[in-house]
């Protein structure tokens, strides 16, 4: 405990008399300072202990002293001390009133004690209680590296939550929580997932202190990492402020989880190694091969159905999609291979896991954030672009990344986050007609038949449209025209002659009905 009044005053060599202020003596002594000043406030930092003779106060003047006591209480000074026989025989009523008012402890020191005597004994013990603190703080330290070396994360967020008498909390890199302690803590740590969020936002090491949730705590945040990106973060909660000890705890907390997540991402970077061998075995169609490379890494991965997913996209917002996928895996406890090939991102999750739901939420919500982002007028160029292939299998890996590819493919061109692959094959062709070069190709195919009915000759490209449609049933399309079979008939000569091709060909009827539903999408 630091100095208070109370010690000082029950301290029996200073024979201390309090004279004012005797139910406010356990407040904290930051230090001791003598100044005769009439005014020392512009040279208090608050929490002093001041030490006076009264040699330029006017200490008879209420009307001065309840000012001079006023301007000290309003500077955060926590006692006056006033020695006796030297200015004053006795410590004048107008001071000790003025004291009395404002609620300021006034001590009377003796003449036979000297002020550097206070001084010594309020620097004695401020360092007492330093080295009480660092003490604890190694013995903290000790502990907390025993249980992270015995129990792992879990051991030392008890061991901290102890230490403190609160309660800790560990988050993943992508903001979920992972472990806590005490178990009963889990429900206030989970409400804290916005502010840990907000926290990973900025560049590590990074810090914030927060109400807790329904304020009922005093909740610490601090992330954990020693790149620009976080890759963890630990909260800690206590009913009050920390104290040294408490401090040294909580740092030396964060310097044990820290080098645990610096020494997985060592070993997830090795992993990622061995991964990228995996999938370019499992592309090169030697599943037996991946097999044997992967061992017992991926578990049963490989023995069952999968999903390819392929993602590009700017580096911050494709690491915050491997951290989805890869945490969603971990705390499923499903294995999920990850391997990041620059800008772009290549996943194999099991089919219908929680690794797969993560890709698909992270590319749902980066959905709402453009839409968002739009109306507001402006854009984000690095939003990830994500194809998702069928469930596959090892034999078949190759087919499933080209799927994922083509899906890719389609996402880009329709401006999405994601596509799956099997939404291409369950929907309709016509939405690809959208794409700019088919629309190119069918506007040049059927320029002339538009130019021809511009000069008001006749209403081939109407025609041929109804024509196809009734699969070339003549009577029927030239029902829906309104015009004589033979009219129809007439047209459709025409239609070849300006093409330059038969109508006979199924290949052309298909390419210019292709043709007329592109340019209907404009």
């Known amino acids: 405990m630091p100095p208070t009044l109370a010690s000082l005053v029950h301290h029996s060599a200073l024979k201390l008399t309090v004279r004012a202020g005797e139910d ?76 009395e008012q404002e609620g300021l402890p006034l001590l009377e020191v003796p003449r036979r004690t000297p002020f550097l005597a206070i001084s010594k004994a309020v620097s004695a013990a401020i360092a007492a209680d330093q080295y009480r603190a660092v003490t604890a703080g190694f013995a903290a330290q000790r502990e907390l590296t025993r249980q992270a070396l015995n ?65 009922e705590d005093r909740v610490e945040l601090h992330s954990l990492g020693t790149g620009r990106r976080p890759r963890a973060a630990l909260a800690v909660g206590t009913a009050a402020a920390l104290g040294t000890a408490e401090r040294y705890a909580v740092h030396s907390a964060i310097a044990l989880l820290t080098l645990t997540t610096e020494r997985s991402s060592s070993l997830h970077a090795a992993e990622q190694r061995v991964g990228a061998a995996v999938l370019r075995m499992l592309l ?41 996928v890869e945490s969603a895996a971990a705390r499923a406890g499903e294995a ?14 099991a089919d219908g896991g929680a690794a797969v739901t993560a890709c698909l939420d992270y590319a749902a919500a980066r959905e709402a954030a453009r839409a968002g982002t ?46 799956e692959h099997e939404q291409l094959a369950s929907g309709s062709v016509l939405p690809l007609l959208a794409d700019d070069a088919v629309k190119a190709f069918a506007d040049g195919l ?7 009915d511009a000069t008001g000759r006749g209403d081939l490209v109407a025609s041929l449209r109804a024509w196809l449609s009734r699969h070339g ?33 199924p290949d052309v009827r298909m390419e210019l009905w292709l043709a007329l539903k592109a340019t209907s999408t404009e």
């Open 24 to 99: 406010r003596l356990d407040v904290p002594v930051r230090w001791a300072h003598v100044s005769e000043l009439a005014d020392p406030v512009p040279y208090m930092e608050g929490g002093e202990l001041l030490l006076i003779t009264a040699l330029k106060l006017d200490a008879e003047d209420p009307e001065a002293m309840r000012r001079y006591v006023k301007r000290l209480v309003g500077a955060g000074v926590v006692g006056l001390g006033f020695a006796v026989g030297v200015n004053y025989d006795d410590i004048p009523k107008a001071l000790v009133d003025a004291a």
């Open 446 to 452: 059927l320029r002339a038949l538009y130019e021809h």
């Open 284 to 324: 090169a169609g030697q599943p037996d091969h991946a097999r044997g490379v992967a061992g017992d890494l991926y578990g049963g991965l490989l023995d069952a159905p999968f999903r390819v997913i392929v993602a590009d996209a700017g580096g911050e917002r494709l690491a915050g999609l491997a951290e989805a």
């Open 473 to 505: 049933q003549w009577d029927a399309a030239a029902a829906d025209l309104g015009v004589h079979r033979h009219t129809l008939r007439y047209r459709m000569r025409r239609v070849e002659e300006i093409l330059g091709r038969s109508l006979d060909d």
């Open 151 to 215: 129990a792992g994360p879990e051991g030392l967020l008890a061991a901290l939550a102890a230490q403190v008498d609160g309660w800790a909390a560990l988050y993943d890199a992508s903001g979920a929580m992972v472990a806590t302690a005490p178990e009963w803590a889990g429900r206030r740590a989970g409400r804290l997932t916005a502010e840990v969020e907000r926290l990973r936002e900025r560049p590590a090491p990074a810090s914030a202190v927060v109400g807790g949730p329904d304020n």
């Open 374 to 419: 739009a109306e507001q007028g402006g854009g984000e160029d690095d939003e990830p672009v994500v194809g998702l292939s069928a469930p596959s299998g090892p034999i078949a890996a190759a087919a499933a990344y080209k799927q994922a590819e083509q899906a890719q493919s389609v996402a880009r061109r329709r401006g999405r986050v994601l596509v």
């Open 336 to 349: 999920v291979l990850v391997v990041p090939e620059g800008e772009r991102l290549v996943v194999l999750a």
